[in-house]
């Protein structure tokens, strides 16, 4: 039996941000998202978000056209906002990552407040419309590794939970003890898997702080972006993806 590699996702935002803030063309989104589908990606993510900072409306079907030719899916991240969800039923991907969205952050924040009930109803709306629009899409949602907020989650009709690791990913780069956080990991991804949700998990990771996750073998898919992006402006993106997979290939989960 071949192994069991957890699946990397490759969030291309930033090669968009890179664009917007001077106008122009270039870099392409295009060109990162098939550098990142040769050199080992499992998927392309984006987070077309309500202020449009960095991935554009027309930037979600040209990525999708990539994504297609490789075989791999599209991971779309958003916000509960109906203009968006309109924009993803037209477009299709095979994932839709929900989570929180403010206009004044730098990047998400954190996961989803699921024990606030007009945010629960918020959401359990938005998985509805989308999985009636969608017959074969896959939803999951972004959320602390919190046994309150699990709970909640798993009466809604998702097919997986993205585990916030930020906050885990900055106590690592302060090299203080990380033990706490991949406790709480582990419960949270046994009582996914016990209530047939897969775990995945994103946000502040690193080729090192995602190693104590992929030695736990905690995790069946992570989502890195800043990270990658920011190693390839020395590297180059297709170093990047490739040495970063490598790694994901040294931990099989199986
Ligand atoms: N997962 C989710 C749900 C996110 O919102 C983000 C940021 O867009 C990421 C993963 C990627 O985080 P980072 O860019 O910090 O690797």
């Known amino acids: 039996m071949s192994a069991v590699v957890p699946r990397l996702?490759?969030?291309?935002?930033h090669v968009a941000t890179l664009r917007q803030a001077r106008g122009e063309d270039y870099p392409s989104i295009v060109d990162a998202a098939q550098v990142s589908l040769l050199n080992g990606a499992d998927q392309i993510t984006i987070h077309l978000?309500?202020?449009?900072?960095?991935?554009?409306d027309y930037d979600v079907e040209a990525v999708k056209l990539v994504t297609k030719r490789f075989g791999k899916p599209l991971n779309?991240?958003?916000?509960?906002?109906?203009?968006?969800?309109?924009?993803?039923?037209?477009?299709?991907?095979?994932?839709?990552?929900?989570?929180?969205?403010?206009?004044?952050e730098k990047t998400t924040e954190g996961g989803l407040d699921l024990l606030d009930d007009s945010n629960f109803i918020r959401i359990?709306?938005?998985?509805?419309?989308?999985?009636?629009?969608?017959?074969?899409?896959?939803?999951?949602?972004?959320l602390e590794a919190k046994m309150e907020t699990l709970e909640r989650a798993k009466d809604l009709d998702i097919d997986a939970?993205?585990?916030?690791?930020g906050e885990f990913a900055k106590v690592f780069a302060n090299g203080d003890d990380v033990s706490k956080y991949l406790d709480h990991f582990r419960v949270a991804?046994?009582?996914?898997?016990?209530?047939?949700?897969?775990?995945?998990?994103?946000?502040?990771?690193?080729?090192?702080?995602?190693?104590?996750?992929?030695?736990?073998k905690l995790f069946e898919e992570y989502n890195i972006g800043h990270w990658i992006i920011c190693h390839a402006l020395f590297h180059g993106l297709a170093h990047s993806v490739k040495t970063l997979k490598v790694s994901f290939e040294n931990y099989p989960l199986k």
């Open 76 to 104: 779309l991240e958003m916000g509960v906002n109906p203009e968006i969800i309109e924009i993803a039923i037209a477009s299709a991907p095979e994932w839709i990552c929900i989570v929180p969205e403010k206009r004044e």
């Open 9 to 13: 996702g490759v969030n291309i935002d």
């Open 189 to 216: 991804k046994e009582f996914l898997n016990n209530h047939k949700i897969a775990a995945h998990a994103g946000h502040g990771l690193t080729d090192e702080s995602v190693k104590p996750l992929l030695e736990s």
């Open 124 to 142: 359990e709306e938005a998985v509805k419309k989308i999985k009636s629009s969608l017959k074969d899409v896959k939803i999951s949602l972004f």
């Open 49 to 56: 978000r309500e202020d449009r900072r960095h991935i554009q």
């Open 161 to 165: 939970v993205e585990i916030h690791t």
